[in-house]
């Protein structure tokens, strides 16, 4: 789906926690401004639809809402990205390329992860926000100027970045013209029943109302004291294997002993070790055989490197419910780091 | 008597808040305060506005000074704001690139502050 389509039809706020009603306020009275704003929240709280209801709710609803993840992408193919290049710009660089900095022109660019930016692409976004949208493409003389309303995403703590030198104080400030701050679910369970009841209704006209179990009364309560780590999105996963699977006390069951599992500060897992031999684990009948033409030992070290990682990374996320900054915690890698190695490995989120 | 100068002050450190708003109700004028910007910025989109001067914090919570004044100045191009500051040269200079009449830095005298309020409201 493209950035631009899904934004049409983003989702209302839903909630009814001071949190939310305060959030649900301030997008009313702000809207309007297109001052830079940034939104904080951890993973799933709920950024993202926040930024859509500023755009809805702007002048500049039905012009382009562009997004990308400074996250997702390593640092020159994000300078790239953003500010777009000349032809032959560099090896490679076959056609021009316009930036999403100019494709969200006269509508909403929304930087997601800010904080992931390196410390040279901050700079050049200052100088950016600096002029008012000037810039110039990678390998252009002439500068371009882009009339973009800039929206900032992140789960980070940006005042201690900017302590620990990763995050520029200038750009902070001049981002944080508007803040606006999501509080994790388990701070506001009371827009948890609010939240099961709008995504039942909504997953169950997709499901063509078959007949399904939903959560009972007190499935929802004991839903209500659990503590969310993946946040909304997370509840929504669990909602719809709910409909899907029926049982949901089991399920309740099931995400409250993950939660123990995370929790406990939780050594290698047997299953892995137990039913497979090194042999077979690293492959040396197929892929990694030394029969192979390929063969060499740093390659069998690598391609075995990558499968022992693929399978580590792949159970954690598995086991945060895809939360990535806790499962990064977990593997003790930067967030960063993390977000590589998962397209990297070509590991793919559950079907959703 | 003549009708009093409105003020609208905003501050998110109570303390701050209190003792301007004290100082200015003292000397007659008609002060209204909000301790963060969206309370602010719905006192100045009201429609009983009508105030004479804005004087604003710069860092605040959810709507910052800084938007507080481009906002102000973009829909009342003439009512005075005075920035009060205590974060160093950023947000400072953010002030003055969107208007602000007077950044003044903190800390500040009471009296210094109200030389600086008559002398806008008199222009
Ligand atoms: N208050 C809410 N009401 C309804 N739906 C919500 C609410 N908050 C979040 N959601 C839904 O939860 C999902 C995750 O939200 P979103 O993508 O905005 O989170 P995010 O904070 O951007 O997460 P990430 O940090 O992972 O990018 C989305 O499908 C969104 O529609
Ligand atoms: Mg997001």
């Not at chain 1, 706020?13 to 001071?18: D, E, L, M, Q, T």
């Not at chain 1, 099931?254 to 070790?273: K, T």
């Not at chain 2, 950023?90 to 002030?95: D, G, K, Q, V």
């Amino acid at each position: 789906m493209s950035d631009n389509s899904k934004s049409k039809t983003g989702p209302p706020i839903v909630g009814v926690s001071k949190n939310i009603v305060r959030v649900r306020e301030l997008i009313e009275h702000v809207a309007q401004t297109g001052l830079n704003t940034v939104v904080f929240g951890e993973s799933g709280v709920g950024k993202e639809v926040v930024a859509q209801n500023l755009y809805q709710k702007s002048p500049r609803v039905g012009k382009p809402f562009i997004k990308i993840n400074c996250a997702a992408l390593p640092e020159g193919l994000l300078e790239s990205e953003l500010f777009g290049y000349e032809r032959g710009a560099f090896t490679g660089a076959e056609q021009r390329k316009k930036g999403k900095f100019q494709l969200a022109h006269s509508g909403v660019l929304l930087l997601d992860e800010i904080g992931d930016m390196s410390l040279s692409l901050q700079a050049k976004l200052l100088h950016v926000l600096q002029s008012g949208g000037e810039f110039s493409p990678l390998g252009s003389e002439k500068e371009v100027k882009a009339d973009t309303w800039v929206i900032a995403a992140t789960n980070h703590d940006l005042k201690k970045e900017i302590k620990e030198g990763k995050f520029r104080e200038d750009l902070y400030y001049r981002l944080n013209i508007i803040k606006i701050h999501l509080s994790p679910l388990r701070e506001r369970p009371e827009d948890i029943p609010p939240l099961i009841d709008f995504y039942i209704k909504e997953y169950t006209a997709m499901l063509n109302n078959r007949h399904i179990e939903t959560p009972g009364a007190k499935v929802i309560d004991r839903m209500c004291t659990y503590s969310w780590p993946g946040n909304v999105r997370e509840l929504q996963n669990v909602l719809k294997r709910m409909l899907v699977l029926g049982d949901c006390n089991q399920i309740v069951d099931e995400i409250f002993n993950s939660e123990r599992m995370v929790s406990r500060d939780s050594g290698p897992d047997d299953e892995l070790n137990h039913n497979a031999s090194l042999a077979k684990i690293i492959d040396l009948g197929g892929r990694n055989s030394p029969d192979n033409q390929s063969f060499s030992l740093k390659t069998a070290k690598k391609n075995a490197v990558e499968m022992v990682e693929r399978e580590i990374i792949s159970h954690v996320l598995a086991k945060t419910d895809w939360n990535r900054s806790k499962a990064s915690k977990i593997l003790k890698i930067s967030y960063k780091t993390l977000l590589y190695k998962i397209s990297d490995l070509k590991i793919v989120p559950p079907e959703k | 008597m003549k009708k009093p100068f409105r003020l609208l002050i905003i501050d998110d450190a109570e303390e701050i808040l209190t003792a301007l708003t004290n100082f200015f109700t003292q000397k007659k004028y008609d002060v209204v305060s909000a301790a963060n910007g969206l309370d602010g910025l719905k006192h100045i989109e009201s429609k009983d506005a009508d105030f004479d001067l804005i004087i604003t914090d710069l860092v605040l919570p959810n709507i910052s000074g800084v938007a507080i004044i481009s906002i102000v100045k973009k829909k009342f191009p003439d009512t005075p704001v005075i920035a009060i500051t205590g974060w160093g040269e950023h947000p400072e200079s953010l002030a003055k690139e969107a208007h602000a009449d007077h950044v003044l830095e903190k800390p500040f005298k009471l009296p210094e502050l109200e030389q600086l309020v008559k002398k806008l409201l008199n222009r």
